[in-house]
């Protein structure tokens, strides 16, 4: 008897010439726009975003449009290259909505069909980098809660949005459908919050008497909703390895440069236990993150399971790695002039986004049908 299989490709974790070449190009405007004093000068400041650096990221690399075809003036690229992008932006902790709006917005307005209608529209201003579009639900929101967050109506209070200061259109799920609503219009107030990660603000965001354009009805736009925030807690991954493998190359440096005795600190072989750690750790999770993007970018059916492991064990690798970067780096490594205290900022606030690890984790076990204890 002859039992046939379906094959299965392997997903591809390797980067290819033109993701390096993104990355290079990337990596250059941001050590050029966004290195660490300027960071910190910006967080010190009403808003830390660079409104040139996001220009230049946006319309200049046409980072915004990696995700849309090019028919409708994107670059009709893939998440790959996606991921590649918040590689960098992780590694420099860069204040610019990318993740809200280049993915998550872009990736809900690709789901309800481009073609035609005020979605197409605004989709073509996002891949132009004209607009930022942001989801009006907590950042904290996992995928799976989707359906749940299409409820009540256009008037209503949503508390922990992220980077709804620099959005000009907020995307709000109801129980009518999904709307467009222009940030500058009356009857809506964008709150700013105290975030613990001042690169990626929060706000509050009130609407009382706003109007919005209607996108879709609820069920196309639950669905939608769910894919955008899937996209987005998959490439949260890949900016989440990028933050744990600058603060790995930089704690290695630090403990290279950094002498007691009269002997390189990393030369400790309690220290070269915990760098060494951290490496694996750092590799596991770049294969998480890869695997993530490529199962995003093929459209592959097990791409929920990809997505939830990734962040299931990405999330807890930053926040690891960024504690060891200030430990680490001894007395410098608690200052506020040193950036060590941003990638731990970012990555203890990623570690909530789009889901906790914990969630993620309940995610696998289901998809999986294994019972979670």
Request: charged content about 20%.
């Amino acid at each position: 008897m002859t039992v046939q299989t379906e094959a299965v490709q392997a997903p591809d974790l390797l980067y290819s010439e033109a993701e390096e070449d993104l990355r290079s190009a990337v990596r250059s405007l941001l050590a050029d726009r966004a290195d660490a004093p300027t960071v910190i000068a910006g967080i010190e400041s009403d808003t830390p975003y660079d409104l040139r650096l996001w220009e230049s990221l946006a319309a200049g690399i046409g980072a915004a449009g990696l995700l849309v075809p090019e028919k409708l003036g994107g670059q009709g690229a893939t998440h790959r290259e996606a991921a590649v992008v918040l590689e960098e932006l992780g590694r420099s902790v860069a204040p610019a909505p990318y993740l809200t709006s280049a993915v998550v917005a872009t990736e809900i307005l690709l789901a309800l069909g481009a073609d035609g209608g005020p979605a197409a529209g605004l989709l073509a201003e996002l891949a132009s980098g004209r607009k930022v579009a942001v989801l009006a639900l907590p950042f904290s929101t996992p995928p799976a809660d989707a359906g749940a967050a299409m409820t009540g109506t256009l008037e209503r209070t949503v508390s922990g949005v992220a980077e709804a200061a620099a959005a000009d259109v907020l995307l709000v799920p109801t129980a009518d459908g999904l709307y467009a609503v222009e940030t500058a219009g009356d009857g809506v107030d964008v709150r700013a919050l105290v975030p613990l990660d001042l690169t990626r603000p929060l706000a509050t965001v009130t609407l009382a008497g706003a109007t919005g354009t209607l996108l879709a009805d609820a069920a196309p736009a639950a669905q939608a909703v769910s894919r955008g925030l899937l996209a987005g807690a998959g490439l949260l991954a890949s900016e989440q390895l990028g933050l744990a493998e600058w603060c790995l190359t930089e704690t290695v440096r630090h403990t290279r440069e950094r002498h007691q005795f009269n002997r390189p600190v990393g030369s400790f072989q309690s220290l070269k236990h915990r760098m060494a750690q951290l490496w694996l750790e750092v590799v596991s999770a770049r294969a998480a993150a890869r695997n993530a993007a490529d199962a995003l970018a093929a459209g592959s059916p097990d791409a929920p399971l990809a997505v939830a492991v990734a962040q299931a064990y990405c999330s807890e690798v930053a926040v690891h790695a960024a504690e060891e970067c200030v430990q680490l780096h001894g007395g410098i490594g608690m200052t506020w002039e040193h950036p060590a205290h941003l990638y731990l900022k970012r990555a203890k606030a990623d570690s909530i986004a789009y889901g906790t690890a914990g969630r993620h984790r309940e995610a696998v076990a289901a998809l999986v049908e294994l019972p979670a204890p």
